[in-house]
């Protein structure tokens, strides 16, 4: 996976990469450079204090909430494949066990199973057969080994040659010989030995625990030993992968993380493809979750937003709190009984939040509500 090619447009990426490798450390923490990093960033103006005439502050009407700071950022938004484990290569195949006719309903695609859990049956005239073979096996060994075991004593007492004794443990043996490969038989049909005089219908159970990725049967199918008929692929190890741009992959030593909806937390980035696709010209990271997500499946594609760890904190406030005055994004914040309109640089946003850097205080209060009375009078309008 992490194969280094030396591309004159990465080499920043691969002399992090070469040092990372002298110093010691883990190749899982080297990334690529994040551009939002080397972007000059300009220093924010000090807030304006708004002057408001006392004769309007009853009138204001303004609605806000309280500022939240965060060293979590998000970068990019994309697609997202679900791989079973970093191999790809977690499935079981589900085969005929026997001849027969499949009865009952079928695991739908994408539904999760667990191991020894029935699929579906199979209705089998072989089976039955299978099965009276075994049964009238086993009770030729029975009435051998009862016979051999009587002649035993018999010979011990005197009674019998000992040629006798012989014939009657050849018998007892060829007897136990034939119940093994009735047995063998059955054993290959996927009979276990609790279910031989049941019926003749076949249970076919789920090998692993995972999701079922292919169906190649259909409900009343009649299918011969050894066909495929299921695929299911193990979802225990799930790895969520993401390609990026390489200026947007997170930085030699900073923590990223792979957000999907609905998840119930997020998937660490793990490692990163050093190889550089061609055609997309993206790198691939790979995150994977501490629990795999209920709601996804091997092969799924869904969508997900990349989130890097600050080292200097973001602000993060209701993206309707930002307006446009004087060419320049900015926010109207409340402090104590002042209004200030602070300048911001917008740095990402996500599910209706914007992460913003500004000149702010830690008990500010951004306006999400009243700001078009804030801006009439800061633009000399006098209110609305």
Avoid at 82 to 92: D, G, K, T, V
Avoid at 348 to 369: C, N, S, W
Wanted: with cysteine.
């Amino acid at each position: 996976m992490n194969h280094i090619h030396r591309t004159p447009a990465f080499s920043p990426l691969i002399a992090a990469l070469i040092l990372a490798s002298c110093c010691g450390l883990p190749m899982t923490s080297v990334f690529a450079q994040d551009s939002t990093q080397t972007t000059p960033q300009v220093p924010p103006t000090a807030p304006k204090a708004i002057t408001i005439p006392e004769a309007m502050r009853a009138n204001l009407k303004t609605q806000s909430v309280a500022i939240q700071f965060s060293q979590n950022l998000p970068i990019t938004q994309g697609m997202v494949s679900i791989s079973a484990a970093a191999s790809n290569q977690a499935s079981s195949q589900v085969s005929a066990p026997t001849d027969g006719q499949v009865i009952g309903d079928l695991p739908q695609l994408g539904q999760t199973v667990q191991a020894g859990q029935t699929l579906f049956e199979l209705a089998s005239a072989g089976l039955a057969d299978l099965q009276a073979q075994w049964s009238m096996a086993q009770a030729k060994a029975s009435l051998a080994q009862q016979s051999s075991s009587r002649d035993q004593s018999l010979f011990a007492d005197g009674l019998i040659a000992k040629k006798r004794l012989e014939e009657s443990r050849s018998m007892a043996q060829s007897a136990a010989a034939e119940l093994s490969a009735a047995s063998a038989r059955l054993k290959l049909a996927g009979v276990t030995a609790s279910s031989r005089n049941l019926s003749s219908n076949l249970a076919v159970r789920a090998p692993i625990s995972g999701v079922v990725t292919q169906r190649k049967i259909m409900p009343g199918e009649r299918v011969s030993m050894g066909q495929a008929l299921l695929e299911i692929t193990a979802s225990a190890d799930q790895w969520w992968l993401m390609a990026v741009p390489p200026a947007k992959a997170p930085m030699a030593g900073q923590q990223a993380t792979l957000h999907i909806v609905g998840c119930p937390e997020p998937a660490p980035v793990r490692l990163i493809d050093l190889t550089v696709d061609p055609m997309s010209q993206l790198v691939t990271l790979r995150a994977e979750p501490a629990l795999a997500c209920a709601s996804l499946r091997p092969g799924q594609m869904t969508n997900a937003s990349l989130w890097v760890q600050q080292v200097e904190p973001v602000i993060a406030l209701p993206i309707g709190a930002i307006t446009e005055l004087d060419n320049q994004p900015q926010v109207f914040v409340q402090r104590g009984e002042s209004y200030f309109l602070v300048p911001v640089q917008l740095r990402g946003e996500f599910d209706g939040m914007a992460y913003v850097l500004g000149d702010f205080q830690p008990k500010d209060r951004v306006i999400t509500h009243g700001m078009s009375r804030l801006k009439a009078i800061v633009l000399g309008m006098g209110g609305e």
